[in-house]
């Protein structure tokens, strides 16, 4: 069965986006995956398609409405088991480990959300998984639901040349990536370090994962106390 992503949005022709190229685009030609965007809009009930309303309390800017986006959820997701993420900047961060469950299953539903929130009630009804690509604020939830979706296609068996070059890359062993290097031997006096010309590759093994803990040292110790 193939992997299957749908996107509850209030601007679907955000959709695939970059993911209609390069190897992702190829395997949606191919069927290995397939990606549905449904406007939210659609689910409103009034002449006005309305899906916000102002915040109870008080304060400023605008929030999608429980009962809109609930009869989407409810449309797109009946007898369906798929997880219901919903792009939030408070909600956990998204993983590698977290990638490949995801990948693993048949498909997910992603909520995107707009304004300054989405109604706790709807969220808390419909056990949405709350996600977070990093710690900033986006203009919506389009931008980080295609960054989710383009890290789990690109892990879908067959969807990579090699499915080996997913396994030695930045998180995939709770380490930063080491440094890659090609030809040409010598650029601008840069040498290609002589280890990875040797021939060696119990060496070029125990080199790689040295520079990847020292990378990870430097830039993400977070990881190694993890």
Not at 13 to 19: A, D, V
Not at 40 to 62: E, L, Y
Not at 91 to 110: F, K, M, S, W
Not at 134 to 144: F, R
Request: glycine share 10%; proline share 6%.
């Amino acid at each position: 069965m193939a992997f299957r992503a749908t996107v509850l949005t209030l601007y679907p022709e955000m959709f695939p986006g970059h993911l209609g190229y390069s190897l992702a685009g190829k395997a949606m030609e191919r069927g290995q995956w397939a990606l549905d965007a449904v406007q939210i809009r659609d689910f409103a009930t009034d002449k006005h398609r309305t899906v916000d309303d102002t915040p109870a309390g008080g304060g400023a800017g605008m929030v999608l409405k429980p009962d809109v986006l609930a009869r989407a959820i409810d449309t797109v997701s009946e007898n369906d088991s798929r997880p219901r993420l919903l792009m939030s900047p408070r909600g956990r961060p998204l993983t590698q480990e977290r990638v490949r469950e995801l990948a693993d299953g048949n498909g997910v539903i992603i909520i995107c959300g707009r304004f300054e929130g989405v109604d706790q009630r709807v969220i808390d009804a419909r056990e949405l998984e709350e996600v977070s690509i990093g710690d900033y604020v986006l203009s919506g939830g389009e931008p980080a639901a295609l960054t989710v979706l383009d890290a789990i296609v690109r892990i879908l068996p067959g969807v990579m040349g090699n499915d080996l070059s997913g396994l030695h890359e930045s998180f995939e062993g709770g380490l930063l990536e080491h440094p890659h290097y090609t030809r040409p031997q010598e650029w601008e006096g840069r040498e290609i370090p002589a280890i990875l010309t040797s021939g060696n590759h119990g060496a070029i093994d125990k080199w790689r994962r040295e520079q990847a803990l020292e990378l990870t040292r430097e830039r993400r110790p977070d990881l190694l106390e993890e």
